[in-house]
């Protein structure tokens, strides 16, 4: 499998403790002056690039006064990927009794999402910890810029197919348009999204961001579904929360990238500008409103993103609260609970987050969200507790490899090979929810409960009921997930779960990259189905309009998206929300009008809602 595929997760799968660190192009030291506010007590720089009046505020948010430590992410002039280190110790009366510093580095994006920032994030602890006592002894800082800086000559030695960046993006787009002869390029149906696969003795480094993946979908539960699609739609997002904010940088980096485009999808979709990534912004504050106001889907993308596929949207967070007042700057709010509360092993009493839209509404999950989520923490336990030796030969399940060079036979092969799926779920009781969710799930309407109902007793006796089978619809999208190269087969069952052999750490790696690759391939399932959708929305048209002279001038028709469409998507046929979902889609990649149909309850031929 080709270079680009194995990166296509955007995860630094390389061993961290052999590993160079990426070049640095700036270093710097900030001190909060109890008379002079932020201020920037030494710093150096390449040339060319000026860091005053920026770095200051991105490297102190609001609020990390309360805590004695923290590691915030920021974006500089989005060029460069900023980490820094803050620290606070004791100080004499003149200074209030507190000093507050933090020592943070810049790294070009073209390392990727966060230049690989985290390699440097126990070194700058280190240093700010030690300046706190003395922040006058700068020759540390001298060490670090002779030994890391980036120097002249040396940045088109780096690799050029990095994890995430743009540059490798752009030129995946690239290749992916057309191939040497000119013809279009035409892919295979199956799925191919979890590629990176880790080879043995390599693990995420330590502090990779994707390791709180865990706890990204410990806070969010069921909620992660309502918010990864407002991403894919490419909305600001911007998440509120309070210090430290570390944690909060990486949900913003989880909202990136499982909301990103498969390389798969780049020739399917005709918006251009595609954005085939949500433009990770990190932590902001008052003075990033200007570049906040960028990225709405009403306004004419920036050149400079259009190129790089982040044209519209970008996800954020923020400790200042007054962000949260203006609404033009966001599409979708986001509330976090407080640190303190964000406790995975207390989810009976725990606090949700609250996600709003501009109308101050809150967003909610829908019943299937909350299905499609317990079956997800179910199949993923299997990575966490995965056994060290591999399953036996005889519970190895037959597997369709994935190829992405142009293949005629498969063309018209389905999109995944998953299980087949009754046309509506029949069960009349299906499981409670977790406990405390009541409140963030949509409630389920009257009409879904008569209908799962009558069809329950008009099934009665039926060994196998419409939630199992969509169990297992949801499970197939998570089948052999950890595999660089293989997709779900159509017997996989539910038990025959990988990420077990190899040398310690590997388990971890394909837990992570079981997560993404999930949210991966269920993109690819939304949209190759819409896709299906216009095609066969066309090709009505076209045959309808066989007999008209060429030069009479055709509205595109509207496209219908049918029940079975919706089920196909795993979307809730009963749910108002994920019908306007599926209409903003069609409209925002495809430029056209969506019919969405909804489930329906029909009594002696009158429609019941």
């Known amino acids: 499998m080709s270079t680009a595929k194995r990166q296509s ?4 799968l390389s061993n961290a403790h052999n590993e160079e660190l990426p070049q640095i192009a ?16 030494w710093k150096r720089s390449i040339p060319g690039l000026d860091i005053a009046d920026s770095v ?37 009366e003149f200074e209030r009794n507190a000093r507050m510093l933090a020592v943070g580095v810049l790294i070009p994006l073209s390392y990727g999402r966060l230049g690989k920032s985290w390699k440097y994030a126990d070194e700058l602890k280190s240093l700010a910890k030690k300046l706190v006592n003395d922040p006058t002894d700068t020759e540390l800082l001298d060490d670090v810029w002779r030994e890391h800086q980036s120097r002249e000559g040396e940045q088109a030695t780096r690799p050029t197919s990095v994890e995430g960046s743009p540059s490798a993006l752009k030129e995946e787009r690239k290749r992916a348009k057309s191939l040497p002869d000119g013809q279009p390029r035409t892919r295979n149906r199956a799925v191919s999204t979890t590629s990176a696969l880790a080879l043995p003795g390599q693990t995420l480094s330590l502090r990779h961001p994707a390791l709180s993946l865990s706890t990204y979908l410990d806070t969010f539960g069921p909620l992660v579904f309502p918010l990864y699609k407002a991403a894919l739609l490419r909305k600001r997002v911007l998440l509120l929360g309070h210090a430290p904010v570390e944690l909060a940088c990486h949900f913003v ?15 399917l979709l005709p918006l251009s500008p595609l954005p085939t990534r949500l433009r990770p912004l990190f932590s902001v504050g008052v003075h990033d409103i200007p570049e906040l106001n960028t990225g709405s889907r009403d306004s004419a993308p920036q050149e400079a993103l259009a190129s790089e596929g982040q044209a519209y949207g970008w996800v954020a967070c923020t400790t200042d609260g007054i962000l949260s007042t203006k609404n033009h700057i966001y599409d979708v709010l986001v509330t976090l609970p407080s640190p303190s509360s964000i406790d995975p092993e207390n989810q009976t009493n725990k606090t949700w987050p609250r996600i709003q839209g501009t109308t101050a509404v809150n967003m909610k999950a829908t ?13 993923l336990s299997h990575y966490r507790c995965s056994s060290s030796r591999p399953p036996s030969s005889s519970q190895q399940p037959t597997v369709e490899r994935y190829t992405d060079s142009p293949s005629p036979d498969n063309d018209g092969a389905p999109l995944v090979q998953l299980p087949p799926l009754s046309r509506l ?9 977790e406990p405390n969710q009541t409140d963030i799930l949509e409630s389920q309407s009257w009409s879904a409960l008569a209908y799962s109902s ?44 990988g990420g077990g052999g190899g040398p310690e750490g590997e388990g971890r790696v394909g837990f992570e990259m079981a997560v993404i690759g999930y949210f991966h391939r269920l993109t690819v399932l939304v949209l190759r189905t819409l896709s299906d959708v216009v095609d066969a929305a066309n090709d009505d048209d076209q045959s309808g309009s066989s007999g008209e002279g060429s030069d009479v001038a055709r509205e595109e028709p509207d496209v219908v998206v049918e029940v079975d469409d919706m089920t196909r998507m795993g979307l809730d046929i009963w749910s108002e929300s994920d019908r306007v979902f599926v209409e903003e889609l069609v409209d925002f990649y495809w430029g056209r009008k969506a019919i969405v149909q909804g489930g329906r309850l029909e009594c002696c031929g009158v429609r019941v809602r």
């Open 56 to 92: 200051e505020y991105k490297s102190l948010p609001s609020g990390l006064h309360d805590v004695q430590e923290d590691t915030v992410y920021f974006v500089h002039h989005d060029e460069y990927a900023g980490i820094s280190s803050f620290v606070k110790g004791d100080a004499d």
């Open 454 to 497: 009558f069809m329950w007793w008009a099934s009665a006796g039926e060994t196998r009921t419409g939630r199992e089978e969509e169990a297992e619809y949801d499970s197939s999208l998570l089948a052999n997930v950890e595999s660089s190269n293989e997709t779900p087969s159509p017997g996989m069952s539910r038990g025959t779960r």
């Open 367 to 379: 019943q299937r969200d909350s299905r499609r989520y317990r079956v997800l923490r179910q199949d």
């Open 9 to 12: 997760l955007h995860l630094d």
């Open 26 to 41: 700036a270093l710097f030291l900030i001190l909060f002056d109890v008379r002079a506010g932020y201020t920037v007590a």
């Open 253 to 267: 980096y989880h909202i990136s990238i499982l909301s990103t485009l498969p390389s798969s999808l780049h020739n």
């Open 425 to 433: 779920p029949t069960d009349p009781d299906p499981p409670p929810p």
